[in-house]
């Protein structure tokens, strides 16, 4: 049986006092669940002090950069977020990859990095619009899958978090029918277990992404390849992320 897992991606929202206040009154209402790992992932300046409150939040980094140290002004480091206890971190988002440029092998860096850290990459995949209407995502995902995973072990891969999150449903409204979503995910399953083995593949945890509220989420996780989902806007408000995770 695989957990879940559902996160929310604040990407650049809240400040550091709105985050704690969120993290306090959502991880008090919350309670363990050894089946659930219900995670925010937020921006690095507010990490430490979420860390402090969380007791049943898992906090996630939105980044971080390969290197351990260096002359990389702006970059957050690997150590640097062990330091204040995160082990999770979302890597190759579409907005990093379209915004700021990430590279597959920038992104397979990132993984190796983290994996050999111990700690979750939680790996972003997703085709855009026009892909998706040529018809030709699975193509499109198991190429960056087979890219940003290049060099990983069969035990690591089992720690690899993969989200898939068509580009085309994040923040539009738009959201890929639940049978959209299982196919592909199944197709990222299957993609593994060749790239890996079926016993690996039946193992990692794959997320769907891409305008999931509380009102959708139910048939979204209902799906027999869909581990979790990774949401942005409905993660933001108090009650709306206790509706997904509840
Ligand atoms: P929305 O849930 O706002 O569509 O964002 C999805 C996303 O990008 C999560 O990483």
Redo the contacts with the bound molecule.
């Keep these: 049986m695989r957990k879940q897992i559902i996160?929310?991606?604040w990407?650049m929202f809240k400040t550091n006092s709105q985050a704690v206040e969120f993290v306090k009154n959502v991880d008090s209402q919350l309670g363990s669940n050894e089946n659930l790992i219900a995670g925010i992932?937020a921006p690095a300046v507010m990490l430490s002090d979420m860390t402090k409150v969380a007791k049943n939040l898992v906090v996630a980094a939105e980044n971080c950069y390969f290197e351990k140290e260096g002359a990389f002004t702006g970059e957050i480091s690997i150590p640097m977020l062990q330091d204040i206890n995160v082990s999770y971190v979302?890597i190759g988002?579409?907005?990093r990859r379209d915004i700021f440029g990430e590279t597959d092998e920038m992104i397979n860096a990132k993984v190796k990095a983290l994996l050999a850290a111990n700690m979750t990459p939680i790996l972003?995949c997703g085709e855009s619009l026009e892909i998706y209407e040529a018809g030709t995502t699975m193509d499109h995902v198991k190429k960056q899958l087979s890219d940003d995973l290049n060099g990983v072990s069969a035990e690591d891969m089992t720690k690899v978090v993969i989200?898939y999150?068509p580009i085309w449903?994040?923040?539009?409204?738009k959201?890929a029918t639940p049978e959209i979503a299982q196919e592909v995910c199944k197709g990222i399953r299957d993609h593994i277990a060749s790239l890996y083995s079926q016993d690996v593949a039946d193992q990692v945890l794959i997320q769907y992404?891409?305008?999931?509220?509380p009102d959708n989420i139910k048939d979204i996780l209902g799906q027999s390849d869909i581990d979790g989902?990774?949401?942005?806007?409905?993660?933001l408000v108090e009650e709306s992320y206790l509706g997904l995770v509840k």
């Design positions: 996160v929310g991606n990407k992932a979302v988002h579409s907005e972003c989200a999150e449903a994040i923040g539009t409204g959201v992404g891409g305008s999931v509220k989902a990774l949401v942005g806007g409905a993660s």
